[in-house]
């Protein structure tokens, strides 16, 4: 059975932080392209992170310096660990995974994933 259980999310002020975590079945690091994503109210689903098999990462760059993807291999678990949060974060934010035998690089484009979880709310305040 393939699952990906995100949790974390929160209401934040501006400049604070928050941890999500991304915990995996049927979905392995060793095998798997495996990113973030958010969607904000009225907009289209946007990538944040993603992290490949031998632990590339790549950002969006309005999350970069500020954002670090990352994952337990031993736990089978994604963690995006945001700092310097701004009202223009505030999403649903999900993990989705795709096996890397179908990306020529693991890059944060939602089309590609076919794994997704259900999400988890991030609200930022000002």
């Known amino acids: 059975q393939v699952d990906l259980v995100e949790s974390g999310g929160g209401s934040v002020q501006t400049g604070g932080s928050l941890r999500l975590s991304c915990e995996a079945s049927g979905v392995t690091g060793s095998s798997h392209c495996i990113g973030w994503f958010r969607q904000a109210p009225g907009k289209e689903r946007e990538g944040v992170a993603a992290?490949?098999?031998?632990?590339?990462?790549n950002y969006a760059d309005s999350v970069k310096g500020r954002f670090a993807i990352s994952k337990d291999s031993a736990k089978n678990t994604l963690y995006l660990q945001m700092n310097s949060l701004k009202p223009e974060d505030t999403a649903m934010y999900y993990c989705?995974?795709?096996?890397?035998?179908?990306?020529?690089?693991?890059?944060?484009?939602?089309?590609?994933?076919?794994?997704w979880g259900q999400g988890t709310q991030v609200t930022v305040s000002s």
């Open positions: 989705a995974a795709v096996e890397r035998l179908y990306m020529d690089y693991c890059v944060a484009r939602p089309e590609m994933y076919n794994i």
């Open positions: 992290i490949d098999i031998d632990g590339t990462t």
